[in-house]
Every structure is written in structure tokens, then in C-alpha cells.
């Protein structure tokens, strides 16, 4: 019998998902398409609009990866990430923004990221895209 530990379990969640994706951005519309477009693409996806609920929330769903817009008011994107690795360890960080790309890349670099997508990108690609990132 394994236990919770072996199979990724997070405080008593759901065995972590190969495919679940927590989708972290202040705007409830931005998160209810992007949550829309992944799922489509069949990921199992969760919304949540700040980082304070991502908290929680992360440690409940535990994702393979945390899609974290940059311009999250209630905490700067380097205590963001913090909180989520804190939380699932080895859990991917992909930040995402209207930034231009060279912007984004260089900030995801500074800040540890994963990977980083353009909110310019069409939200049909954000699924490729973030299965890319996946080991």
C-alpha cells in the first residue's frame, strides 16, 4: 500500500494531477477564459485571484504547475513563487502577462520562473505551451 507522501498527496487533497494547472490573476474574467482554454485542452484547472488564495488553494489542488500573472497587487511575483514551491515543491512556475516577451523572459529569468506566456498569445496555445514546460 503507498502512502499519501508517495503519491504526491497535499494535506489531504486529491492525488496530484499529471495535468493540473492553478491559474493565479487579479482579473476574475482573465482567469475564467484562461481556466476555459486549458480545460478545453484538457487540463484540470482552478482559478484563484490573489496570492493569498493561491496560498491556500495550492496546497489543497496540488498542481503541476502555477500559471501566476506578474502584476498581482498583493504580493510582489518573487514572494508569489515562494509560496507555491513553499506549498508542492518542484511544482512549476510559469508567469504570465501583456508584458512584451522580452520583458517577461527577462523577469521570469530574474525571478526563478519556469517558463513565462504572453497574454498577447492565443489563449489556444497556452495548453501546448505549458505541456512543453512539463519534465
Known amino acids: 500500500m503507498t ?17 493540473r494547472v ?33 496560498a491556500l488553494e495550492v496546497r489543497r489542488f496540488g498542481p503541476r504547475i502555477v500559471l501566476i500573472d506578474v502584476n498581482m497587487p ?7 513563487i515562494a509560496i507555491a514551491r513553499d506549498a508542492v515543491p518542484g511544482v512549476r512556475i510559469v508567469l504570465y502577462s501583456a508584458w512584451e516577451e522580452s520583458k517577461l523572459r527577462v523577469l521570469a529569468s530574474q525571478l526563478g520562473a519556469d517558463g513565462f506566456i504572453s497574454k498577447s498569445d492565443s489563449v489556444t496555445s497556452f495548453g ?8
Open 3 to 19: 502512502t499519501r507522501a508517495e503519491r504526491g498527496d497535499v494535506e489531504g487533497s486529491a492525488p496530484r494531477g499529471l495535468d
Open 128 to 135: 501546448r505551451r505549458l505541456r512543453a514546460m512539463l519534465p
Open 74 to 80: 498583493d504580493e510582489p511575483g518573487d514572494r508569489a
Open 22 to 54: 492553478l491559474v493565479v490573476d487579479d482579473d476574475p474574467m482573465q482567469v475564467e477564459l484562461v481556466q476555459r482554454g486549458l480545460s478545453r485542452d484538457g487540463f484540470e484547472v482552478r482559478g484563484v485571484t490573489s496570492i493569498a488564495e493561491m
